[in-house]
């Protein structure tokens, strides 16, 4: 699938997600990582949503988002309950989906000028 939406005021825009990987700006990130507008966080931890932990999320609160995007490979897979609340505890919102909706869902977001995460699990 390949995005095409333009932001130029940005720093990072996701541009398609694939097998190899997701497209961030003209590189393929094969690893898992975090991402704003204007930061990218890469070599993230976990790599699969069984994999997270409360910790893990840490990363993603630093960055200091309204909502969090979790996108979970090729197919949506939920975190432990443990993950999910040490967002929601905070008032952080958290959406969990594939990688390609994610993708689409943080440009919608982002342009609409949110402080949205898009986190990405991806094997590595």
């Given at each position: ?63 200091d988002p309204v909502l ?53 699990l991806l094997p590595g």
């Open positions: 699938m390949q995005l095409s939406q333009e932001n130029p005021d940005f720093n990072y825009v996701l541009r398609g997600v694939s097998p190899a990987g997701v497209l961030v700006n003209q590189e393929t990130l094969a690893s898992s990582f975090l991402l704003t507008p204007h930061v990218l966080v890469p070599d993230w931890r976990p790599t699969a949503a069984d994999q997270l932990t409360p910790e893990d999320m840490q990363a993603a609160l630093a960055l969090v995007l979790l996108g979970t490979g090729p197919r949506q897979r939920f975190p432990s309950a443990a993950v999910m609340a040490s967002l929601l505890t905070r008032g952080i919102g958290l959406e969990v989906m594939d990688n390609a909706a994610a993708a689409r869902t943080f440009n919608v977001l982002a342009t609409e000028g949110r402080r949205v995460v898009a986190a990405f």
